[in-house]
């Protein structure tokens, strides 16, 4: 089912693309990441998918919001 756009929705997805900041300093406070090169990469290359997801989502909502007049 999905969820009706409205402002609300498209504030809360920008919102959630803000994270990527606090995400980012998490990783780089994280000692442990340090000590293996690999899982440092595997943890970046997931964070860059994830917000990949994160940003399409929300230009879909903007898109979709622009289409059926809710913005202008």
């Known amino acids: 089912m999905m969820k ?10 920008i919102m ?3 994270g990527v900041t ?9 000692e442990a990441l340090y000590q293996d090169q690999d899982r440092m990469m595997n943890v970046l290359l997931g964070l860059h998918e994830l ?3 994160r940003f399409q989502r929300m230009f ?9 007049g809710k913005i202008t």
């Open 4 to 13: 009706q756009l409205d402002r609300f929705t498209l504030e809360d997805q």
């Open 22 to 30: 606090d995400d980012i300093e998490m990783i780089y406070h994280t």
């Open 51 to 53: 917000y990949n997801i």
């Open 60 to 68: 879909d909502t903007f898109e979709k919001m622009v289409h059926e």
């Open 16 to 18: 959630q693309c803000w």
